[in-house]
């Protein structure tokens, strides 16, 4: 069964075609990161009309790829939440009106389910259930994946997301956009130690995270440094903070295999392409034996072989929208249009 899916969330206009969830035929990229990176950071507006210039010829180009004609389209997936609200109805819109023109079920498809399904293309022998940490620009959770369906929140994040803190960060230290990326880099360059980071300590769930209170004290001592006219070692500092959101992360994942039983971890956003997480986290899974599925860097990040992947899973569970599907800017991993 081979899926058309359309992904346009964020800065990251994507089309793809998968067959059968796990191997992708095609899988078309348009990254406006060039152009949001002039103003710091992603303009919802710039990014809504760039996603519509791109999409049609983008979609051309995923069937040109994948060697097929739109008859052998058999469905139609789109993210349909959570995101950039002008951003995702681009991509909603698009997807019915293929999904219209075509005459094939409109899949509809939440974005987080479509990170964590890109372990299904990294490791097409993947078998559920298994556990799950995303961390992405805008979430960070432990999810317990019974299911291609079924899906049960372990823990999150309180306040900011592991993404959001590195860009903030980043931002600081004059990093260029998304920071993420830059911020790993330079993290490369020197080793933890010169900067201790605190570490919050949360009541309650113990499987929960905080960002926040990380955030403001690399924050913090970037303007100390600053306001004194004080040299900063920054790969020193990125090393720092790289561990402590590690540190954050890996003591909290082995606690929910823990709980759960489960003997494989899956990891996926884009903050899954960072070194230091991959790193950390490969040698204690090693450890522990667990097995370990950490998708390359390119499906870290946004794209539509993703979608297209849980898009299949989520036909197959019979679920469809109509053409009153609407997009939503926010919306839990458990719950449907
Ligand atoms: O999953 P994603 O592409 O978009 C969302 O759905 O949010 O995640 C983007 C986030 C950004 O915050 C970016 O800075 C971060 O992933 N990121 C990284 C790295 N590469 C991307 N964070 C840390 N280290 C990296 N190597
Ligand atoms: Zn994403």
């Known amino acids: 069964m081979k899926i058309l ?14 067959e059968d969830g796990r191997r992708v035929l095609s899988d078309e990229i348009a990254s406006q990161v060039a152009l949001h990176r002039l103003y710091g950071g992603v ?37 349909f939440a959570p995101g950039l609200i002008g951003a995702v109805l681009v991509g909603v819109n698009f997807a019915k009106a293929a ?32 556990l799950c940490l995303v961390v992405s620009g805008s979430h960070s959770l432990l ?23 590195f860009d903030k960060v980043a931002r600081l230290l004059d990093m260029p956009y998304p920071g993420g990326a830059a911020l790993d880099k330079a993290a490369q360059q020197s080793a933890p130690g010169k900067y201790p980071m605190p570490h919050t300590h949360l009541s309650g769930n113990p499987l929960d995270m905080s960002f926040s209170g990380l955030k403001t004290a690399a924050i913090n001592l970037i303007h100390h440094a600053q306001q004194k006219g004080e040299a900063l070692d920054v790969p020193a500092l990125c090393a720092d ?7 954050i992360l890996l003591p909290r994942t082995l606690a929910a295999l823990e709980q759960t039983g489960r003997k494989t971890l899956a990891i ?33 990040g946004d794209n539509a ?33």
């Open 241 to 247: 903070f790289s561990q402590a959101v590690s540190d």
């Open 305 to 337: 072989a993703m979608i297209g992947a849980q898009g299949y899973y989520e036909y197959l569970a019979g679920v469809r929208a109509g053409q009153d599907l609407n997009a939503y800017a926010t919306m839990p991993l458990d719950r449907l249009p």
């Open 143 to 165: 999810v317990d994946v019974v299911d291609y369906t079924t899906f049960r929140i372990l823990g999150t994040t309180r306040d900011d997301a592991a993404g959001e803190c």
């Open 43 to 79: 303009v919802p507006e710039i990014a809504s009309r760039k996603h519509m210039e791109a999409i049609y010829p983008l979609a051309d180009q995923a069937l040109q790829t994948a060697g097929i004609t739109r008859a052998d389209i058999d469905a139609v997936a789109v993210t």
């Open 268 to 300: 996926a956003g884009g903050v899954a392409a960072n070194s230091k997480i991959r790193g950390d986290f490969l040698r204690e899974t090693e450890r522990l034996g667990v097995r370990l599925c950490l998708p390359p860097l390119s499906l870290c």
């Open 5 to 18: 899916a359309v992904e346009s969330s964020c800065d990251e206009t994507a089309v793809a075609v998968v």
């Open 99 to 130: 999904a219209l023109a075509l005459q094939k079920p409109l899949v509809p498809v939440h974005h987080i389910r479509g990170h964590i399904a890109a372990n299904y293309i990294a490791y097409p022998d993947l078998e559920l259930p298994f």
